[in-house]
């Protein structure tokens, strides 16, 4: 299965390898409020926007599988029982 899944990912970065060859040509000037930034090929734009989503989606994730987690542990910690309780002030 590690090799099958190693050739699907060398077959994903050839194809982004190829599309951001045959993609890449310069964009116009990019502005915010009037001033120019620079210029960024569309590739790239494209590129950087995958990224972030990726990032931001991994990220998310993560929290959400950590607080899974934490939930898990916490219900599985023994909980005293009143009659426990009543017991252990008892013997103090």
């Not at 964009?27 to 926007?49: D, Q, R, Y």
């Amino acid at each position: 299965m590690g090799k099958v899944k190693s050739v699907v990912f060398l077959f994903l970065g050839a194809i982004v390898a190829i599309f951001l060859y045959e993609n890449w040509v310069p964009a116009p000037v990019i502005k915010i409020f009037g001033k120019e930034i620079g210029t960024l090929s569309n590739s790239l734009i494209i590129l950087i926007c995958f990224v972030l989503g990726f990032l931001s989606g991994s990220l998310i994730c993560l929290a959400w599988f950590r607080r899974r987690a934490r939930l898990a542990a916490a219900s599985s910690a023994p909980q005293e029982t009143p009659e426990a309780q009543k017991a252990q002030q008892q013997h103090e």
